[in-house]
């Protein structure tokens, strides 16, 4: 059980040190250089979405919709 988390752990570390060639689309380890043809690498992994975020925001974006409202009328 311990080694499966271990193992997890790991898989999430790789993830997220893994880039991708924008050029011939192997994937690499290294941040900025692609090692098979030296084109740009990018990180495949979309950016976190976060719910809590849109809470906290949603208060000032519902007030500036009923103003524009307000204003329209
Ligand atoms: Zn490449």
Redesign the pocket.
Known sequence: MKLVLLFLMFLVIKMKTLYK??????Y?LKPDL??????K?YTPHPARFSIEKEQKYSKYRRNLLKNQLNKSK
Request: with cysteine; net charge negative.
């Open positions: 060639c924008a050029n011939c689309g192997e690499t692609c090692p098979h043809c030296g084109g690498t």
